[in-house]
């Protein structure tokens, strides 16, 4: 069984973004960029599949600039089989990505296509909603637990109240929640050994899909900032203010 | 025009997240049709079609639906799409789950988790866990969304919508729901409540989080957490605020030991008062907090309960 991957470059996590003066977007020059954490997880949890014999081969997919090829090296130090590098410098929305996913779906005929549930940059959660609609496929979304049961995955999904569990059948669809698993760092001789893996070098018009985004950007503000606040001596100071100044109580 | 919302529902009574759906919908402009999928939900329905503003409810049941399953979700929002210029759903994990499947199939970019309408073609939604507001226009023949239910008001009552019965496309083969472990609780659900208490790492465990809960109770809050704390296994999951969970804007948003993390500042900076507890003064926190003490949570939780029966609660 092969297992597909997609991997997406954004800002680290941790990077409290500028939004550029003239509003045309986020400034991110200059700024540290690493593998999306949602993606992170979907590759732990292909190769756990993997060491548990219950996948052959794993491949990891971005789309990109050229940038994106670190972050398919980032995957494949720690554990991923081969590459392919969808080079690009659009920003390509989640309904181009996701055709172009099912593409590359069509020519490796993975069993399974684990996605992060969201990226921490547009944030937008629908890619690989759009990629198993696209390929006709069933999905596990926000899953934070997943089995092979016989032709089918059980997967646990993260829902507002709780939690739901579900079976779909092979070939599916999962996106992964952070409570999936946690990441393995790449240790050094497996970085060594990465570089010797192979990345296959693409472009989107290798798969006819146009670019072309749908939803024009208009502006890139930033948010209302909240005034600064006050400290506080004591409790009784507190529930008085939220009373009495803020009417909260 | 005409406008579908999607109704959030637990198939007996419906969501507030629906409500905001509809304000959206009606910023939009048209008729505002509402969808009701599910199983035994006619009550739903009835409440829906009373929802101010809505021209007409359809309701569709099968098990798939009542379970929410986003292939049988996918099919029949696509049987009844024709004619819409706009499809609305709350941005609840449900909605999340399956409007990007209709909006494949029919072509169109999803517009996720709207912050605002501008016009007809024009929404802002927030991007970078909500550090930047990104305005877009969709060049899209039908406007697919989900929206943020915090930002809109709730449409109340007024109208008197009729309620129609549409077949539901026979369920996909391929999925199926197996079963479902909700958290029980007598508290406000986290996305409605107007007062949250949350807690962080700093709680120590979960045994803890009960003296977050006798506040809770007594001001009628809901309880929330930080993915610290989810992580730590005190609350379970769905409790949690921020980026990755639910986004809440209450207002009165109390933080007690949590260090104010970008990706949970994502899920309550937009909240009328914000307090900040924490005893590390340079916590991130208290640049966001209206009100900020500087003291250890666990004699400071307490004390805050003595002082709210004091002034009556």
């Given at each position: 069984m092969k297992i597909l991957v997609p991997v997406k470059r954004v800002v680290d996590y941790n990077v409290k973004v500028r939004v550029k003066p003239d509003q045309s977007g986020v400034d991110l020059a200059n700024v540290k960029m690493s593998m999306n954490p949602f993606c992170e997880i979907a590759v732990e949890e292909a190769i756990r599949m993997k060491e548990k014999g219950l996948a052959e081969e794993i491949v990891v997919v971005s789309i990109g600039p050229a940038g994106a090829q670190e972050t398919i090296r980032t995957a494949l130090a720690m554990g991923a089989d081969r590459g392919i590098h969808v080079t690009t410098d659009a920003t390509v929305e989640p309904l181009a990505v996701a055709k172009i996913l099912a593409k590359i779906a069509g020519e490796e005929k993975p069993e399974i296509i684990i996605l992060g549930k969201q990226a921490i940059d547009d944030d937008a959660n629908a890619t690989g909603q759009m990629l198993a609609a696209l390929l006709g496929w069933p999905q596990g979304t926000f899953a934070s637990k997943v089995e092979k049961d016989g032709d089918a995955l059980k997967v646990t999904r993260e829902i507002d109240g709780g939690l739901q569990t579900v079976s779909i059948a092979l070939p599916a669809i999962v996106t992964t929640d952070l409570r999936l698993n946690e990441p393995r760092y790449a240790s050094l001789p497996n970085i060594m050994k990465a570089k010797r893996k192979p990345i296959d070098a693409k472009t989107p018009d290798d798969y006819g899909v146009d670019l072309t985004a749908r939803l024009e950007v208009i502006k890139v503000a930033e948010p209302p900032k909240r005034k600064g606040g006050v400290k506080v001596e004591s409790v009784a100071e507190l529930v008085s203010k939220l009373k009495n100044e803020a009417g909260v109580l | 025009m005409a406008t579908l919302v999607i109704a959030e529902h637990d198939n007996k009574s419906l969501n507030e997240a629906t409500r905001a759906a509809v304000t959206a919908a009606k910023k939009i402009g048209g008729d505002i049709h509402i969808l009701v999928a599910g199983q035994d939900a006619k009550s739903v329905a009835d409440e829906a079609a009373k929802v101010d503003g809505v021209a007409k409810v359809m309701l569709a049941e099968s098990e798939a639906l009542g379970h929410?399953?986003?292939?049988?979700?996918?099919?029949?929002?696509?049987?009844?799409?024709?004619?819409?210029?706009?499809?609305?759903?709350?941005?609840?994990?449900?909605?999340?789950?399956?409007?990007?499947?209709?909006?494949?199939?029919?072509?169109?970019?999803?517009?996720?988790?709207?912050?605002?309408?501008?016009?007809?073609?024009?929404?802002?939604?927030?991007?970078?866990?909500?550090?930047?507001?990104?305005?877009?226009?969709?060049?899209?023949?039908?406007?697919?969304?989900?929206?943020?239910?915090?930002?809109?008001?709730?449409?109340?009552?007024?109208?008197?919508?009729?309620?129609?019965?549409?077949?539901?496309?026979?369920?996909?083969?391929?999925?199926?729901?197996?079963?479902?472990?909700?958290?029980?609780?007598?508290?406000?659900?986290?996305?409605?409540?107007?007062?949250?208490?949350?807690?962080?790492?700093?709680?120590?465990?979960?045994?803890?989080?009960?003296?977050?809960?006798?506040?809770?109770?007594?001001?009628?809050?809901?309880?929330?957490?930080?993915?610290?704390?989810?992580?730590?296994?005190?609350?379970?999951?769905?409790?949690?605020?921020?980026?990755?969970?639910?986004?809440?804007?209450?207002?009165?948003?109390?933080?007690?030991?949590?260090?104010?993390?970008?990706?949970?500042?994502?899920?309550?900076?937009?909240?009328?008062?914000?307090?900040?507890?924490?005893?590390?003064?340079?916590?991130?926190?208290?640049?966001?907090?209206?009100?900020?003490l500087v003291a250890d949570l666990f004699k400071a939780v307490p004390e805050f309960e003595e002082e709210l029966s004091k002034i009556g609660y």
């Open positions: - | 929410k399953m986003a292939e049988a979700l996918e099919s029949l929002v696509l049987s009844v799409a024709d004619g819409y210029d706009a499809i609305l759903a709350p941005a609840s994990t449900v909605g999340k789950n399956f409007m990007p499947r209709v909006a494949a199939k029919l072509d169109v970019m999803l517009i996720s988790d709207i912050t605002a309408v501008e016009s007809a073609d024009t929404f802002i939604r927030p991007i970078y866990a909500g550090n930047a507001l990104v305005t877009v226009k969709s060049n899209d023949k039908v406007k697919l969304i989900t929206v943020r239910p915090t930002t809109f008001e709730k449409a109340g009552d007024g109208g008197s919508a009729s309620v129609d019965t549409v077949d539901a496309p026979d369920a996909s083969a391929k999925s199926s729901f197996i079963s479902e472990e909700l958290s029980k609780s007598d508290r406000p659900e986290l996305g409605a409540a107007k007062i949250v208490i949350s807690g962080g790492r700093g709680m120590g465990n979960g045994e803890n989080f009960a003296i977050l809960e006798k506040v809770a109770d007594k001001l009628g809050a809901a309880v929330g957490a930080s993915r610290a704390a989810v992580d730590a296994g005190f609350v379970p999951n769905d409790y949690q605020v921020g980026q990755t969970g639910k986004v809440v804007a209450p207002q009165l948003y109390i933080a007690v030991g949590i260090s104010g993390a970008i990706q949970h500042l994502a899920g309550m900076k937009d909240s009328k008062v914000i307090v900040a507890i924490n005893k590390d003064e340079e916590a991130p926190i208290f640049s966001v907090a209206d009100y900020g």
